[in-house]
């Protein structure tokens, strides 16, 4: 499947989706709208304002979603200022549709354009520019893999071209409705007598899509929508040839291509093609000064590469191993390398990430990529992910997600062997294997509206404050919640001076939880234990359930108001 046919198709699914509902009113009106020359002599609407619309929405929001974190980064701007520079321009523009004066006043910067021009043509590319730096659609896959390659700045022909296909995608629905806006218009002799109410009215949308974009109104409103189009969104990424043309896991390039050649957990040394470069990194821990390390100058040396973020439950379990390679091959030419790539906003403080390489006794070097640069630049897709390096900067072993500790370490071994054959090694490290058994635990879940999974409420999960109420039947491996709740994109904290409920049925013989702010936890667990879980500070994890066996249980849970949940992990 081509990148052209999969950013049509997952530009068409978003532009039907409830995602285009709060730029409906606007699309509509703004394709008929008129202009006038002066304050009470409306001009003809062009007839290419609709298509204008179109193409100012699908410019800025291609050049936003490409380029736009790669010039914020560069200016050192927040992030959210292209946002409010749309809102901002989408006033004037509104303020201007209802008072001619002040239309005049935008205008004049460019009054050596023929009037005519400028009221016809000129507002309608402007309104367009304004809604493509604030509409944001939903995140499907194809979005997803956009939004890598810019904030990386991986950006090659194959992405520009999936960019322009997804937005073009987007436009044609979106057109379908600014025309239709335009010819009820002009079939509705009312508005042709009555130009200046359609101003208004057009005027009025503006505003009030600026103010509700300022208050995150549309979140609200597109969770009152069901999302019709999740099911066309699965079938057109879930296969074999859209996973390979996206790659999902991080764009191709001729620096990571040949990764591809090895194996997951390969028992086996193979020959996987120069080790991609570390780069974008934020901040180095455990080095002299905070020196950045480049590949490059550890030939000679075997190099481990770790992805890893400190509050995933399964890089907790995989740490130990990783400690203990370093501790016995440190000095047999080993070189450890932690690559920090965070899920959760939390994860990109480099004191919560130096508290937590300190608490796992990781002495190596941690680099903290906070952009995702070097996990896409690796390709990667996994916490944690383990990338074996030979002496002369060839990867030779993957391994991705907990396991398979033996096999890489009896290849670390045989690496360091094969650069030194008279190194006398040590004995093979015994740290045990914790890994719990495929299938045997309740998978990893979140409650952030950005990835949130295993919600089994009858209520819509989103982001925004809301009710819930406990489902009679709860299927295994699920939590859902009680009372009043505020979702936000990375956890989820009670809404109300009373708390939240949160029941979870799990298999595990563990549960652990996610947590940050200040309150408690009371758990009570279906085996008759019971337990008050403080909390405070920064997220971290916390044990909330112990020695259950790793058989299935329902632990319902109290959350007091002020506490952040983020996750539950299970071991």
């Known amino acids: 499947m081509s990148l052209i046919i999969i950013g049509l198709l997952g530009g068409l699914i978003t532009g039907i989706s409830p995602c285009i509902l709060p730029v409906l009113p606007v699309i509509f009106l703004t394709g008929g709208a008129q ?17 204008l619309v179109i193409l100012g929405l699908v410019t800025s929001f291609t050049i936003v979603t490409l380029i736009g974190t790669l010039i914020l980064g560069a200016l ?98 979106l057109l379908f409705f ?7 218009i002009e079939r509705m002799k009312a508005f042709r007598t009555r130009e200046r109410g359609l101003r208004i009215a057009a005027g009025v949308a503006m505003l009030a899509l600026a103010v509700g974009l300022a208050f995150n109104v549309p979140q609200a409103l597109q969770r009152l929508v069901p999302d019709y189009t999740a099911g066309l969104q699965k079938e057109l990424t879930d296969n074999p040839d859209a ?65 890893w973020a400190y509050s995933c439950i399964n890089c907790q379990r995989s740490i130990p191993h990783v400690v203990a390679w370093d501790e016995a091959y440190r000095d047999a030419g080993l070189q450890v390398i932690g690559v920090h790539s965070p899920e959760y906003a939390f994860e990109k403080d480099a004191g919560n990430v130096a508290a937590g390489a300190k608490s796992f006794g990781i002495e190596y070097p941690v680099a903290l990529d906070n952009n995702l640069s070097t996990w896409t630049n690796y390709r990667n897709r996994y916490w944690p992910a383990h990338y074996l390096i030979d002496a002369e900067g060839t990867v030779r072993h993957i391994a991705f997600g907990e396991g398979n500790y033996a096999a890489t370490e009896k290849l670390i071994r045989e690496l360091l062997q094969d ?31 950005s990835k949130d999974v295993n919600f089994a409420g009858d209520e819509p999960y989103g982001a925004g404050e809301g009710d819930f109420a406990l489902p009679e039947d709860q299927q295994a491996d699920s939590f859902a919640l009680d009372g009043r709740w505020r979702i936000e994109t990375q956890y989820a904290t009670p809404g109300t001076d009373d708390g939240g409920g949160i029941r ?5 013989d563990e549960v652990r939880m996610v947590l ?26 916390y044990e909330v359930v112990t020695g259950h066996g790793g058989g299935a249980g329902v632990a319902e849970l109290t959350v007091s108001p002020g506490v952040e949940v983020y996750s539950f992990t299970f071991g």
């Open 35 to 51: 202009s006038a020359r002066f304050a009470d002599e409306p001009a003809p609407a062009s007839r290419w304002r609709p298509y």
């Open 76 to 173: 050192h701007l927040p992030q959210d200022i292209i946002r409010w520079f749309g809102i901002g321009v989408l006033v004037l523009i509104g303020v201007g549709l209802l008072v001619p004066k002040v239309e005049q006043l935008l205008e004049k910067p460019f009054q050596w354009i023929p009037r005519r021009e400028v009221s016809n043509k000129g507002s309608g590319y402007g309104v367009g520019l304004a809604l493509g730096a604030v509409f944001v659609p939903c995140a499907g896959p194809v979005l997803a893999a956009i939004i890598v390659a810019g904030s990386t700045g991986r950006i090659g022909a194959d992405t520009v071209l999936l960019t322009v296909s997804f937005a073009v995608g987007v436009a044609l629905p």
């Open 178 to 184: 600014a025309l239709a806006g335009r010819g009820l």
């Open 243 to 307: 996973q390979r043309a996206l790659d999902l896991g991080g764009l191709v390039t001729d620096e990571n291509r040949d990764l591809d050649q090895c194996t997951n957990g390969a028992d086996e040394l193979e020959s996987c093609g120069t080790a991609p470069r570390i780069r974008g990194i934020d901040q180095w821990l455990n080095t002299p000064d905070g020196a950045a390390i480049d590949l490059a100058d550890l030939r000679g040396k075997v190099v481990l590469i770790d992805f």
């Open 419 to 449: 650069t030194d054959p008279d190194a006398e090694l040590p004995p093979a490290t015994e740290v045990a294997d914790t890994t719990p058994d495929a299938g045997s635990t309740t998978p990893e879940t979140f409650l952030g509206s």
């Open 504 to 508: 979870l049925d799990f298999h595990a």
């Open 516 to 541: 940050a702010g200040d309150g408690e936890v009371r758990v009570r667990v279906d085996d008759g234990s019971e337990q008050i879980v403080p909390v405070s500070g920064t997220p971290r994890s």
